[in-house]
């Protein structure tokens, strides 16, 4: 099974900060890759897919990047509404996997 | 609107059944795969299962193979997941979603695997 493995697993940011996520696979998945967004109660929300393409009516704040092993979601200005946790997955093979998540607090 | 809505959780002791099911409104359901995916209390995401639009394709994840059963109903605008042999590590929000890259989720339903 593919793992993947995200850092940091907590961050402090404060509104207006530039925020990366890094997201690393035990091996290549090239660009097979997606990020979900889930505020506390809610189901998860589809922002990234194919590791750089923004989903349909998602800012324009949030660009993936990387390919291969390591990828990065980064968040250009951190919004009140953006501190969540978010998640990457592997769509390369199956077992469809998950990263463990970073969760983004208000500094 | 494209929308899912589960049902089925409930309160289940070990060993026992569970059937959920996933119910589509605002697109074509048939032409979609769809997954199943399960957060326990606290935890982050994992993924369960996935089935193609014509049943032709499923794959589960290792946890649940040989326990859990994946099905769609296309006439019915239906997913679902019959659960068997339940454990406590089971207990868990399950959420249905469209295609592999999940674009579309329901709200979840709650499983609980408790004496």
């Known amino acids: 099974d593919i793992q993947l493995t995200q850092s940091p697993s907590f961050l402090s940011a404060s509104v207006g900060d530039r925020v990366t996520v890094t997201c690393r696979a035990s091996q290549g998945i090239s660009s097979y890759l997606a990020w979900y967004q889930q505020k506390p109660g809610k189901a998860p929300k589809l922002l990234i897919y194919?590791?750089?393409t923004l989903q349909s009516g998602v800012p324009s704040r949030f660009r993936g990047s990387g390919s291969g092993t390591e990828f990065t979601l980064t968040i250009s200005s951190l919004q009140p509404e953006d501190f969540a946790t978010y998640y990457c997955q592997q769509l390369n093979s199956y077992p469809r996997t998950f990263g463990q998540g970073t969760k983004v607090e208000i500094k | 609107q494209v929308q899912l809505v589960e049902s089925g959780g409930g309160l289940v002791k070990p060993g026992g059944s569970l059937r959920l099911s996933c119910a589509a409104s605002g697109f074509t359901f048939s032409d979609y795969y769809m997954s199943w995916i399960r957060q326990a209390p606290g935890k982050g995401l994992e993924w369960v299962s996935y089935?193609?639009?014509?049943?032709?394709?499923?794959y589960y994840a290792d946890s649940v193979k040989g326990r859990f059963t994946i099905s769609r109903g296309n006439a019915k605008n239906s997913l679902y997941l019959q659960m068997n042999s339940l454990r406590a590590e089971d207990t868990a929000v399950y959420y249905c979603?469209?295609?592999?890259?999940?674009?579309?989720w329901g709200q979840g339903t709650t499983v609980t695997v408790s004496s």
């Open positions: 979603a469209r295609r592999a890259t999940l674009d579309v």
């Open positions: 194919a590791a750089s």
């Open positions: 089935i193609t639009s014509d049943s032709s394709s499923i």
